[in-house]
């Protein structure tokens, strides 16, 4: 009897704009991708085994069951589940404090769960803690580096403690700082480099021992705007091109729509959202919601305060001194703000209807702000991952 061949697919993100586009092909082939958006060229290896059209926990690189952590009487973690597919990125936002670092810490096997269960390679946390060490790498928030010996001592100091055999850990050390175009400072003392140059050898540093998973807690965190493109870049790159499923936390909205294929949003310890970007979006842009950016020349609090009153807005947000954003809920919200803004005396320059972001999910969801929105505006200045699209109408 002729044997059939099944199709399997894998989802390609070009590491040059983010753009996800389905790959379709035989199991194990080699196929050669062009991004449809910007042309860039990458190759994408498809999976053994057919894609079925229901995932099995065979192919979760991570499953979390009523997973809690309590400190005291504070519960930092509250009966989360969710499941991580292999070769996924998938995102943990929330501000400071939501239990994003809480959960990597149990799922790195650093904090024992109070409540609940969690496998990592299919390996129980608790349980096989030194069996999930073996598959897993970690970036934390702070850099886990010695300043006094050089980008080559660190990485070979971490490889031994895996015990790598030296002629492998030389051979994967050069691969590393190759793939980061670190090979010239190689030599050099981590104490000279810059902190996106310490941050580059701290993400290879976690990849030394070629986890299946990588944990990326906060990574961009206090880089410079240049920095941050560079390890952003790195991270859609080791993804496509190892293969390798990552979990990363950020507060930072923008980062966690270019680099996730899923995410969820936790706050208060709990998840309230958990979908692609585009999907959680949807949560925003339905038929009768609508975001409104509008420009006020006299804007004054009791203006602010008669919009947040009207029924048929479901949020306002003060961007600065003469800019408001609402969202509202209705056919007819659009004219009932301007008329509601010019009895209360508003000169209005320009009101915007523009796309939904992740900060306004959050906002629709919680009711309130991401504390954190001024660090990630400072990430967010321009560029092809700068301000969303908007379609802007002067107001007569």
């Known amino acids: 009897m002729p044997t059939t061949t099944q199709a399997t697919t894998k989802k390609f993100k070009c590491p040059t704009c983010g753009t996800v586009e389905t790959v379709t092909g035989a199991p194990g082939e080699h196929i050669i991708v062009i991004c449809p958006s910007c042309q860039t060229r990458g190759k994408a290896i498809l999976p053994h085994t057919a894609t079925h059209a229901h995932h099995k ?27 991580v597919m292999k070769g996924e990125i998938f995102g943990l936002l929330g501000p400071n404090g939501a239990g994003k670092s ?17 496998t990592v390679a299919g390996y129980d946390i608790v349980s096989q803690d030194s069996k999930v060490r073996q598959h897993i790498g970690l970036v934390s928030e702070k850099m886990i580096m010695y300043d006094d010996l050089t980008a080559r001592e660190n990485l070979a100091l971490f490889g031994r403690l895996y015990n790598i055999p030296e002629p492998e850990l030389k051979q994967r050390i050069n691969t590393l700082l190759n793939f980061v175009r670190m090979e010239k400072w190689a ?12 941050q580059r050898i701290n993400v290879i540093r976690a990849l030394v021992n070629q986890p299946e998973i990588l944990y990326l807690d906060e990574p961009t965190l206090g880089l410079d705007p240049q920095s941050t493109s560079d390890i952003r870049g790195l991270i859609r790159q080791i993804n496509t091109e190892q293969g390798t499923t990552i979990i990363l936390t950020t507060h930072m909205m923008t980062e966690a729509d270019m680099l996730c294929d899923r995410l969820a949003i936790i706050d208060k310890g709990n998840i309230v959202a958990l979908d692609t970007p585009a999907g959680l979006k949807k949560l925003v842009s339905g038929t009768e919601n ?20 009207s029924p048929a807005v479901k949020s306002v947000t003060q961007e600065d ?3 408001i954003k609402v969202q509202v809920l209705g056919p007819n919200a659009f004219d009932t703000i301007i008329d509601l803004l010019r009895k209360h005396g508003a000169k209005i320059a320009l009101v915007r209807n523009i796309e939904p972001t992740l900060e306004d999910v959050f906002l629709h969801l919680t009711g309130r702000q991401v504390r954190e929105k001024l660090s990630e505006n400072n990430h967010s200045t321009g560029g092809p991952h700068g301000r969303r699209r908007r379609r802007a109408a002067r107001v007569r």
Request: proline letters at 3%.
């Open 57 to 83: 926990h065979g192919d979760a690189a991570i499953i979390l069951t009523h997973l809690k952590k309590k400190f005291g009487d504070f519960t930092a973690v509250d009966d989360v589940s969710f499941t």
């Open 290 to 309: 609508t975001v409104l950016e509008i420009e006020i020349q006299n804007l004054t609090t009791p203006m602010i305060t008669a919009v947040k009153t």
């Open 321 to 323: 001194e003469t800019h």
């Open 187 to 198: 030599d050099a003392r981590i104490d000279t480099f810059s902190t996106g140059m310490k």
């Open 102 to 118: 809480t959960i990597i810490r149990m799922l790195c096997t650093l904090s024992r769960p109070t409540a609940g269960s969690a």
